[in-house]
């Protein structure tokens, strides 16, 4: 496998001053690399039966997708509030200031169905942690937690402690 942190643009000072922003437009822009972190992702699930994948608003879109299609699933949207037009379950999450809300349709999912949850990064865990309990609500058999990037520093694993969580590149 290719290195593909070379393929991260790192930001300073975004969206804050004293934030290192680790921006993916460059890997997926790159359509070989875009290709290979897909191709690595389905061959680590494709004997898992996955019947969803249910990505996070709005990056993890780009590689949840992509992967759903490649693995035969589902793909489920998990978005911020007010932007589904069905009836939806809600999660509130904390922020380093506020709070924020994800919604996901009251139907995504069926009682039993192994899901597959999939972001570009793994943070404070904040995020993910909403997503499990949405999928709880559901029913659903959360298979893995998968990230492009982790920012290990930040100990968000920890929070999503009792699934199986995937990176593909630590910082």
């Known amino acids: 496998m290719i290195d593909l942190k070379k393929y991260i643009r790192n930001i300073p000072d975004f ?20 290709k290979e972190v897909i191709d690595i992702l389905a061959k680590r699930y494709v004997d898992k039966k996955i019947d969803a994948v249910l990505a996070v608003e709005s990056r993890g879109f780009i ?9 035969n699933a ?55 942690g909403a ?10 058999e959360i298979a893995e937690i998968a990230f492009i990037i982790e920012l290990e520093g930040l100990k968000g694993r920890l929070k999503l402690s009792d699934f199986p969580v995937y990176s593909m590149i630590q910082y």
């Open 15 to 34: 969206p804050k001053k004293g934030i290192l922003f680790r921006d993916i437009t460059t890997l997926i822009g790159d359509k070989e690399r875009f």
């Open 63 to 71: 590689f949840g997708g992509a992967l759903a299609y490649k693995l």
């Open 74 to 128: 589902g793909f489920v949207p998990v978005r911020k509030k007010g932007k589904l037009p069905y009836k939806t379950y809600k999660a509130t999450y904390s922020l380093e200031y506020g709070e924020d809300t994800l919604e996901i349709h009251e139907d995504a999912i069926k009682p039993g169905d192994r899901v597959l949850l999939i972001d570009d990064l793994l943070a404070t865990g904040g995020t993910l």
């Open 131 to 140: 997503v499990i309990g949405l999928v709880k609500k559901l029913k659903g």
